[in-house]
Structure formats: C-alpha cells, structure tokens
C-alpha cells in the first residue's frame, strides 16, 4: 500500500472544527437580530444555544510526552466496557475491546491512539439507538479505522454514532500516515468510540474511568 502524508486534514488545529460553523454562524446572526431587535428573552436563549454549540465544537490542544509503547483513548468521555474475548472483522482473531462513551458536554474531535498508516476504512449504515448500550456497537451507524503500526501490528478504531448524533466525520484516507494523538475525525452531538486491540497489548483502563483523547493512556504494547 502507498503511503500518504497528507496536511490537509491538519486545518483542524483550529480552536473550533469547521463541521460547527454550519450551527455557529447562523446562531450568531440570530443572536443580534434579536438584540437590535430588543428581544431580550428570544437573545438570550440564542445566546445560551450559542455557546453550548461552541463548546461542543470546541478543538483543544493535547499534548502527550509518554512512552512511545503506550496507547491512548481516541475520545474523550467514560470508559463503559472493557472485554477480554473481542472479536473485530479487520483483526486476526480474539482481541480486547474499550469502549468509551461521549456525552454532549465531551469534547468530540477524535484522535489516533498510535501511530501507523490507514489500512483500511470501512464505513456502515445503521440505526441511532444510544450509544452507551451495548447493541449500539453492532446496530448502529459506525465507521471503522484500521491502523497498521511501522511494526506490523494492528488497531481499530470504530466511530459509533449515538441516538442524537447522526453524522460521522473522517478527516483521513485509506494509505495516510497518522501520528498518535493526532485528530482524525468526530462525531457530532454525543456518540462512542470502540477500541480493539491485540491480545498480547495490555489495558490500563477499566469501567467508569473517565478519559480525554490524546492524553490518557488506554493500554500499551507488549
């Protein structure tokens, strides 16, 4: 497979992704037609809408100075499964798998746990049931990232969408290099991000743990 260094994708360093200006502008000219208008009640419920819109479309920056072997959460949110006896159609065999749920309130750009090239991506149509229960993993809309590591080993990534959210966004490319921490993508207005790892890759995260993308570590090669 040809490898890609594309930049294109990195104009999402911006503080705001570019997926939220569709919601941001339009929200922003109401908000001062109602105040020259002096529809103060009207303003400031725009105003509120407002900034909850930015908040989830916020795009913070992450730093990460660990060992090269660690993994980290692609996602911000609440670890909500841990299994030991996975299965994955882009992994060879019985694997491990995270699952973390993201809130409306959770940052929701999402981030490579390690680095490698894009294999294979692999979206599918489903339902929107909540994301947090366990048959949204099968049933709903998801996209699926395979990273294949400079050493050969392997990583997917499943973008999840939720009861509320009903778009998936992928900044990459099958054959584009990815770093680790780096963003690749969201999911817009609550979702959940699976994990699956090889079996000899160790996890350091259990149910309920609370984890930032890019930052915390999620597990780590043998």
């Known amino acids: 497979m040809k490898v890609v260094r594309e930049e294109g994708y990195m104009r999402h360093e911006s503080m705001i992704v570019p997926e939220g200006l569709p919601f941001i502008v339009p929200l922003a000219v109401a908000v001062a037609v109602a105040f ?3 529809a103060q009640i009207l303003a400031a419920f725009l105003l509120l809408l407002l900034l909850f819109v930015l908040n989830f479309f916020r795009n913070p920056e992450r730093i990460f100075s660990g060992e090269e072997r660690t993994l980290l959460s692609p996602a911000d ?3 909500i499964r841990v299994d ?5 159609e882009l992994m060879d065999g019985s694997c491990r798998k995270i699952s973390i749920f993201m809130n409306v309130f959770n940052v929701h750009v999402n981030r490579s746990p390690c680095s490698g090239v894009i294999e294979s991506i692999r979206y599918k149509k489903g339902e929107f049931l909540s994301a947090d229960k366990d048959a949204a993993s099968e049933q709903n809309e998801k996209n699926a990232l395979l990273i294949r590591t ?3 080993r392997k990583i997917v990534t499943v973008q999840v969408a939720g009861l509320i959210a009903r778009r998936i966004v992928c900044w990459l490319k099958e054959g584009m290099e990815v770093r680790k921490g780096e963003r690749f993508g969201m999911i817009r207005f609550g979702s959940r991000l699976d994990v699956f790892l090889p079996r000899d890759a160790s996890v350091s995260v259990k149910i309920g743990d609370k984890v930032r993308a890019g930052e915390t570590p999620i597990g780590c090669w043998p």
């Open 84 to 88: 030991d006896e996975a299965s994955h």
């Open 36 to 38: 020259f208008y002096n």
């Open 77 to 79: 949110g609440r670890v």
């Open 150 to 152: 400079g050493e050969g």
